[in-house]
């Protein structure tokens, strides 16, 4: 008896480690992400902090130290109209990731992984000169780098999906998100990501 005893006093216990786990939003697990590209998992980071408040801002490559979530969110803001609205651009973000919810019934941070895993390029073009002339040459994309395009890739994607027209940017980015996470060609991040490694293979 004592020892059931013991065991009913350790569950509450356990139980109450588990509820203490940060979640991003307050909402959302960053436990369990799958990956299914390799050479990317490194610098794809997850925690539950969304904001930094720009510590690592001075240090050259931190970004990939960064929470995925607050690189896209930093990307969001880089256009004339939104820059340096951080708390909006955040309100937008969690809005998002509810419709992702609703309509695909997963971890939205899943669903941005998958999404940052289709959009990136694994082959881009450079121009080389040889003497006068300029000619494209194929080349591989850097792990960092691949994950820099699709970060643009998905904001320019919800940019113009979103600017002056009657989309809401909440369902823009949803959608893109969504879009890219099951790799459809007619998101606009997988298509920029197919029309380099087109490019790429034809110069090759």
Do not use: C
């Not at 794809?44 to 960064?66: C, D, L, N, Y």
């Not at 000169?129 to 960092?144: F, T």
């Not at 691949?146 to 643009?152: H, M, S, Y």
Request: overall charge negative; proline content about 3%; cysteine-free.
């Amino acid at each position: 008896m004592a020892a059931e005893d013991q065991s009913e006093q350790e569950e509450p216990a356990e139980a109450e480690v588990d509820d203490a786990v940060a979640k991003l939003f307050g909402e959302w697990e960053v436990t369990g992400i799958q990956f299914s590209d390799p050479s990317t998992e490194r610098y794809i980071t997850i925690t539950p902090v969304a904001h930094t408040m720009g510590r690592h801002a001075s240090k050259q490559f931190q970004k990939s130290e960064i929470s995925i979530v607050e690189r896209l969110i930093n990307r969001l803001m880089q256009t004339d109209e939104n820059t340096g609205k951080k708390q909006k651009t955040l309100n937008v973000t969690r809005d998002a990731f509810d419709i992702i919810n609703e309509r695909t019934d997963e971890n939205p941070i899943q669903v941005l992984v998958q999404a940052v895993e289709n959009a990136a390029p694994r082959e881009e073009t450079v121009r080389l000169k040889y003497g006068g002339i300029s000619v494209p040459k194929a080349v591989d994309v850097a792990p960092q780098r691949r994950v820099d395009q699709a970060l643009k890739f998905i904001a320019e994607g919800v940019h113009g999906a979103s600017f002056k027209t009657s989309t809401d940017v909440e369902e823009a980015l949803a959608s893109q998100l969504i879009g890219a996470a099951n790799d459809d060609v007619n998101t606009y991040a997988v298509s920029q990501k197919e029309e380099k490694e087109r490019v790429a293979a034809a110069a090759r």
